[in-house]
């Protein structure tokens, strides 16, 4: 089983919808999660950190359920600009570097 | 925000040559830089953890020998390719985690390398 699973998509959407997407990770010994987004040919970029009591950042909006191993990333009022592959990933703890990184879930937002 | 550069961001080589690879941390200091590897529609995996002023750590099933790195100061990490050959292209990113409150002990990720052996 691999240890960061994610839909590889693509999601498209027009502009404006709301988009969902979902992770889930395999060790339980997991210590903290993140969604990155990558664009094409570029190098991940954090773009939030997910927290059990759940975070928002303005549209966009994660959630973390440790008992399901389960992450997800909302996205609100979808801009052309959110086009991007999102990284779900999992720090096992211990160093910095235990960072386990999901294949990625393409999002395509069109006008 | 810290920033981290990598130096070239493009290199094609030809078979059994080496290529070395720059990872600076531009505004910060980083005792800890990483490697990682993506090759295309695969999620980054992690090639070695490389520590200022001692030997890096390998992931399982990444040759020592072939990768080589060095860690001679608190802002640049070396990725050396030795001998490269065609399945070494790929897209090699480094990483540095800052140490200090003001980096937050982040991973701060620089803007990659592609690399492409023919």
């Not at chain 1, 988009?19 to 190098?43: G, H, I, L, M, P």
């Not at chain 1, 773009?47 to 549209?59: C, T």
């Not at chain 2, 750590?57 to 802002?75: C, M, P, R, W």
């Amino acid at each position: 089983r691999k240890e960061v699973e994610q839909d590889p998509g693509p999601f498209n959407v027009p502009e404006g919808a709301t988009v969902a997407f979902n992770c889930t990770y395999s060790n339980s010994a997991s210590q903290s999660f993140f969604w990155y987004r990558q664009d094409c040919r570029k190098e991940p970029k954090l773009l939030m950190s997910v927290y059990s009591s759940g975070n928002e950042d303005g549209r966009f909006t994660a959630q973390l359920n440790r008992a399901s191993q389960y992450i997800s990333l909302l996205i609100r009022d979808s801009k052309l600009s959110d086009s991007a592959t999102y990284l779900c990933v999992v720090n096992l703890g211990g160093s910095q570097g235990n960072l386990i990184f999901g294949k990625g879930t393409k999002l395509s937002v069109k006008p | 925000g810290a920033v981290v550069s990598q130096h070239p961001s493009r290199v094609i080589c030809k078979s059994g040559t080496s290529v070395k690879i720059e990872c600076r941390s531009l505004d910060f200091q980083a005792t800890t830089m990483f490697w990682y590897r993506q090759f295309p529609k695969q999620s980054l995996m992690l090639m070695a953890t490389s520590n200022e002023g001692s030997k890096a750590t390998y992931e399982q099933g990444v040759e020592k020998d072939k990768f080589l790195i060095n860690h001679a100061s608190l802002t640049l990490s070396t990725l050396t390719v030795t001998s490269a050959h065609p399945e070494d292209s790929s897209f090699y990113i480094c990483s540095a985690v800052g140490t200090s409150a003001s980096t937050s002990y982040e991973q701060y990720f620089g803007p990659g390398t592609r690399l492409t052996v023919t």
